[in-house]
Every structure is written in C-alpha cells, then in structure tokens.
C-alpha cells in the first residue's frame, strides 16, 4: 500500500483527482471505477474543474460504480445513479450510455450481477477504481466479514452502515437495507485503486485496514494485498497510525515519476 497522508481533506481530494486525471490523460478510452458517499464529492468538483479549464476529455471513458441501493430508481435522489449525475456525468463530455451504475430495480437481481461483471469484464477491466471506506471498514457495501473473494452480489446492510448513511436519508427505516455492490475480489481485479479515508470518524478503520492484519472483519484490507493500492488520508484520519512518520518520509523521498502532486 502507498499510504499519503494530507494536511486535510481538501487536497486529498484533489490529489485523488490528479491520480485519476493522469489516468484518463494517457488512456483517452480509460475506464473507471467510480464510488459514492461524501467524501468523494470534492473530488468529482475538481475533475469538473479540470474539464472546464484544462480540457480533461471524457468523451471516450467509460465508467463502473461501485454499487446501488436495491429498490431505489435511477432517479430517487438518493440513488447512486442520481448522485452520479448530479455530481460528475452532466458536468463533463462523457456519454451517459458509457457509464454503468447497478441496477437496484432489476427484476433479477443476480442476473444483474453476473451482468454487471460481464460488462465490466467486455471493457477490458477496470484501470483505476476509486473507492471510500466505511467506519467498519467496509468497501463498496461489503460489510465485515463477507468474503474476501466475492464478485457482484446482494449484501444485506449493516446497522452501522445504515445508522451512518441514514443522515443522507433523513430516516433510517427509509432507507433500502439491501445493496448491489462490486465484490471484494472484482474490486481487487482492477489495475490500480485510490482509496481516500478523511476525518476522525475513519480512524479505526483506518488503522485496520493498513496495520491490522489482511482479514475479512476488515474488507479494505484486502487491499494490503493488492499490487498498485494508494491510500489518501488527511491529518486526522491518520491519527492512529503506527507507522505514520514513516509514510510520510517515503513520500518525501519519491523519486519524480513516482509521485502525483
Ligand atoms: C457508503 C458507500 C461506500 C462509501 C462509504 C463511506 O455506504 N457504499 O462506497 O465509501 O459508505 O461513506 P462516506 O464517504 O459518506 O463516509
């Protein structure tokens, strides 16, 4: 794991940008696995940002989210697909048909599934997957120990996840208790992932999934195993780290190509 620790959460998400963008740049027809929630959203205002006003070119991407409420319609606003739209895809050139969300209304759920890892897998694989954590360590909606081999399937939500997520909701019993999500093992398929984790709500997963031991009780750290994983934090999502001082010295001491910034 490459671990970066940023002064706040602020340029982490524009250093997660410009991890993404350098993609996109030398991979016109990129594709891209993209995550919801709220600690992504500064990031999606900086790749407008750069579409804008340096001509980052989406027109050929295509794009694979993470995951989708089960029941809720493209156009429920709390839907991923909505926040999708509403956050990134109707602010740059990319063709809507070229990006996928779950669908959380499909009548068959586990064709949809077996579908979605097919359509990923007939774009050639995903080249950067962005991904948030969970307070419980979960990626996607992969809660604690659900397998570390899993692809695209139904997970049943955590109270957690529901108690943290039910703010956007405004009530928990409003909320789909049910999730598509990429698995454990689709998400580790993926050439490189850029997972950021800000604040002091993340720390404990923080220290979980970079210095606890590789374990489904903890499905981001899966990604100890994974060859190209990045990990942005901020100051306080750091906190609990052992080994703190030394990630920032090897990213001090990058070479030029190593780095992002
Ligand atoms: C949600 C999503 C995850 C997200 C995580 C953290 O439930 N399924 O993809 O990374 O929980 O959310 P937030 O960024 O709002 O803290």
């Given at each position: 794991?490459?671990?970066?620790?940023?002064?706040?959460?602020?340029?982490?998400?524009?250093?997660?940008?410009?991890i993404i963008a350098k993609t996109v740049r030398e991979k016109p027809d990129a594709v891209l696995g993209l995550a919801t929630g709220r600690t992504p959203?500064?990031?999606?205002?900086?790749?407008?940002?750069?579409?804008?006003?340096?001509?980052?070119?989406?027109?050929?991407?295509?794009?694979f989210n993470l995951d989708e409420y089960v029941g809720l319609p493209p156009e429920h606003r709390q839907s991923y697909r909505y926040f999708m739209n509403e956050h990134l895809f109707r602010h740059i050139n990319i063709d809507l048909a070229n990006t996928h969300v779950p669908a959380g209304t499909a009548q068959d759920l586990q064709a949809e599934c077996r579908d979605y890892e097919e359509r990923i897998t007939a774009a050639g694989g995903i080249d950067v997957q962005l991904l948030g954590l969970g307070r419980n360590g979960h990626i996607g909606f992969n809660e604690p120990t659900g397998s570390l081999r899993s692809r695209t399937w139904i997970k049943i939500l955590s109270e957690?996840?529901?108690?943290?997520?039910?703010?956007?909701?405004?009530?928990?019993?409003?909320?789909?208790?049910?999730?598509v999500t990429m698995g454990i093992g689709t998400i580790m398929e993926a050439r490189q992932v850029v997972l950021l984790a800000f604040g002091p709500a993340k720390v404990r997963a923080v220290m979980e999934m970079?210095?606890?031991?590789?374990s489904a009780i903890c499905p981001g750290s899966a990604l100890q195993?994974?060859?190209?994983?990045?990990?942005?934090?901020?100051?306080?999502s750091a906190a609990g780290l052992r080994y703190a001082s030394h990630y920032r010295w090897?990213?001090?001491?990058?070479?030029a190509w190593q780095r992002y910034d």
């Open positions: 794991m490459e671990v970066i620790i940023q002064s706040n959460a602020e340029d982490g998400c524009v250093l997660g940008a410009k959203e500064r990031l999606y205002r900086e790749l407008v940002r750069m579409h804008r006003e340096e001509g980052l070119d989406f027109s050929r991407v295509t794009t957690q996840t529901l108690n943290d997520n039910a703010a956007v909701f405004g009530d928990r019993d409003a909320m789909p208790r049910h999730a970079i210095e606890g031991p590789l195993a994974h060859p190209r994983a990045i990990v942005v934090l901020d100051e306080a090897v990213d001090q001491n990058k070479l």
